[in-house]
């Protein structure tokens, strides 16, 4: 089973600060890499796939880079919305794994 | 707009089975993969396995001797057996459309083990 870490567990930011959140796999996963958002009493959302494609309706303040082992979520300008918790999640290998999450709090 | 719904018992006993069922309205559940997710009180997603509307199945190793997902596509529907539960399976547990990435989930059902 693929591992997933992400970093740091907690992340304080200020509204319109820039956020950027990590995330490792234990082996590579080529692009195979889905960044979701879940906010307290809600469903995970969907926000990037394939490492770096915005998923339908996302805005262009999140934006996802990387391969192989190492991921980047980028939130470019934080809105209040977007305080929440953060999931990576591996889809090269079986099964689907997802990472620890990273919260996102005001600062 | 595909909805999804999850239903069934908000309490099961220690060592009974928990069954629940997912309804896809606004849209066909046939020709899609669909999952079943699940996250104890305030931790992380675990992926439990996946159903295609043909009736295959891919399940999480870690609880692959007692899952059982189906699907009844005459009503829309996919559902998620798992047996001989124990407290560590209290979670809220949500269905979701996809086995790559997941893009329409439910809202969550809470289901709780307890005697």
Known sequence: ?107 | QVQLQESGPGLVKPSETLSLTCTVSGGSISSYYWSWIRQPAGKGLEWIGRIYTSGSTNYNPSLKSRVTMSVDTSKNQFSLKLSSVTAADTAVYYCARGATTFDYWGQGTLVTVSS
Do not use: H
Request: charged share 15%.
């Open chain 1, 1 to 107: 089973e693929i591992v997933m870490t992400q970093s740091p567990a907690t992340l304080s930011v200020s509204p319109g600060e820039r956020a950027t959140l990590s995330c490792r796999a234990s082996q590579s996963v080529s692009s195979n890499l889905a960044w979701y958002q879940q906010k307290p009493g809600q469903a995970p959302r969907l926000l990037i796939y394939g490492a770096s494609t915005r998923a339908t309706g996302i805005p262009a303040r999140f934006s996802g880079s990387g391969s192989g082992t190492e991921f980047t979520l980028t939130i470019s300008s934080l809105q209040s919305e977007d305080f929440a918790v953060y999931y990576c999640q591996q889809y090269n290998n079986w099964p689907r794994t997802f990472g620890p999450g990273t919260k996102v709090d005001i600062k």
